[in-house]
């Protein structure tokens, strides 16, 4: 009998212990509950880290992540299709970033239109992205175009503009282990992006009016300014430059100092259809041009983005 009680009473106390769906609808928002780490058994990993002591192994666990637990594979060995663990494959930029689209009334040259531009902005490093767009829905493609060149962000900061906070957004942030916030309805200055942009928007303004600079240069300009400003030393970020705290290396700022935008080059004609480089020609073997910009993907360091005062076409050249 004595036995039999026993068991009664400690299903009693289990049946008490267990959290009820009623239970749950209690419990307010605030209430923390409890998580208990499994403890890991350094031991076992011991051949996995080359002997070391235990200490080094577990300290080793604490500041890593393990998000791929198992390896894909079962009785037979086949082929994987898809990455199993996306967020493993890029290089984590370690910040907040903050995002706004802003918009122009002219259309910027030699892009087929675009009217409007996306605005990143590092949280911690306060470096500046800017891609043009055609229309809203290519947001998604200039966050990839950040997180391809820059690694994948841990919190994108957005407003509540419908494309942004979009499906086909937060399959990208999912996939990636990026979170995301957006700023109440018409409380624009949550996001961090619309301080940023304001320095930018006066520096591009202030310029254009300086140098004259036409209506249809705009996305060049402001994409200039970032350029500068990316590689402006800054009080808050201890006067180092915002790509420093990005990047951790010491930024070589030579290039900035040849040209301002809109400043009038001469640059090399290339062998075309007009022109065969032979002696006595009547076209030129050197092209007249504005200075643009910088080119970041095309030749070495010191290349720059021509806008070519014949065809109105931008060029790259490094011979200027």
Request: hydrophobic content about 35%.
């Amino acid at each position: 009998m004595n036995i039999k009680s026993d068991e009664v009473n400690e299903q009693t106390e289990a049946e008490e212990n267990i959290v009820k769906p009623q239970d749950l609808d209690e419990l307010e928002v605030n209430d923390e509950i409890e998580v208990k780490k499994k403890p890991i058994d350094v031991s076992k990993w011991r051949d996995h880290f080359l002997g070391v002591p235990d200490k080094k192994i577990r300290k080793t666990f604490e500041n890593t992540t393990q998000f791929a637990t198992s390896v894909v594979s079962g009785a037979k060995i086949q082929q994987t299709i898809k990455s199993p663990y996306p967020a493993n494959n890029i290089h984590r930029r370690n910040e907040p970033v903050a995002t706004d689209t802003f918009f122009s009334a002219t259309a910027a040259i030699g892009t087929g239109g675009q009217k409007m531009a996306q605005f990143f902005v590092g949280r911690k490093s306060l470096a500046i992205h800017i891609f043009g767009m055609g229309t809203e829905s290519e947001f998604i493609n200039t966050l990839e175009d950040v997180i391809r060149k820059w690694g994948a962000i841990d919190l994108l900061i957005l407003d509540s503009a419908r494309v942004e906070i979009s499906k086909r957004s937060t399959d990208l942030c999912h996939a990636l282990c990026i979170d995301q916030w957006q700023s109440e309805p018409y409380y624009q200055h949550q996001n961090f992006a619309e301080h940023r942009w304001g320095h930018a928007k006066r520096n591009l303004n202030w310029y254009m009016n300086r140098k004259n600079v036409p209506g249809y240069a705009w996305l060049l300009c402001v994409i200039w300014v970032a350029d500068i400003m990316n590689h402006t030393a800054e009080r808050s970020l201890g006067w180092r430059t915002p790509m420093e705290v990005l990047t951790g290396q010491t930024v070589d700022i030579s290039k900035f100092l040849c040209f301002l935008f809109w400043d009038p080059v001469y640059c090399a004609r290339y062998k075309d259809s007009k022109y065969s480089g032979q002696p006595g020609e009547d076209v030129s073997n050197e092209i007249r041009g504005r200075f643009v910009g910088f080119s970041w993907d095309v030749g070495h360091s010191l290349t720059f983005k021509i806008l070519t005062n014949d065809t109105r076409k931008i060029i790259r050249r490094s011979v200027v």
